[in-house]
């Protein structure tokens, strides 16, 4: 690793990494596996020469941050790569609105993780048709689902701030959960047709559980007549109610649009 100067809390390191692929560590080529582990001559590591350099100025300087890298040179034994470090404690990166983002905790060793450049492009990431099913992909493509359906729910609409007023007004409850659970179902987006209610109310106490949905849906008669299509009731007294947590109710699984 050899260093050289630059701005103010930046660093640049210049890295070589040796060039070719390597053959598998076996005595005479025998393997002993099955066919699809018989190759010796022929194997690639999954992350350019590039990300490696990365990785190893990133491993020797721990406190620094790596911010992108590039190529500089090569020769016939190896590939030369410069790389940018910040020092995420310098006075004039953390007063900069610019590269204050990389001074976070949760940028630490980007290079390990494949947030840079030259990481990414080995993970399979990217957008349209079947991305989703990459490794990486994956994740990424449920955690945007996840959070668009959450995002969905925590926004109460009309119907869900009438159920929260009648619920109020008509049980004077200590505890009150509502849940709008549509984006489990297959209806449209912004739709208030399935909910799901926790209540706990002293007016309960004493009666059974039939009894207390009852109550419930008597309250509720206009929704339920209206614009809500399912409606999940936990009727609590307050001599039974420990803190529990209600469970999400099941997702669609098909149908046509209610």
Known sequence: LFVKGFLSGYVIYRVRVRR????????????YGKPKT????ELKFARSKQAIAEDRA????????????YWVGEDSTYKFYEVIL?????????????????TKPVQ???EL??????????????????YSATRGGEFSYMLRAWRAMSSAAAVEGPVAKSIRKKLTETFAPSH???ECESHLHKVGRGAEKHFRVQIVSEKFEGCPVIQRHRMVNTCLAEELAGPVHALRIDAIPPSKWVGQKTH????????ADL
Not at 25 to 31: A, E
Not at 38 to 41: K, L
Not at 114 to 130: E, H, M, N
């Open 113 to 130: 993780r494949g947030l840079t450049s030259a990481g990414k492009k080995s993970r399979g990431l990217g957008k349209g048709w079947r």
């Open 58 to 69: 990133g491993r020797r300087l721990g406190s620094l941050r790596v911010l992108n890298s």
């Open 108 to 110: 630490k060793h980007r």
């Open 86 to 102: 910040i020092d995420p404690f310098h006075k004039a990166i953390r007063r900069n609105p610019d590269t204050q983002w990389i």
């Open 176 to 178: 009150l959960e509502i």
């Open 38 to 41: 018989h190759g010796v001559n």
């Open 20 to 31: 070719g692929n390597r053959k598998r560590p076996v005595t005479k080529g025998q393997t």
């Open 248 to 255: 999400p109710s099941p997702a669609c699984r098909g149908g």
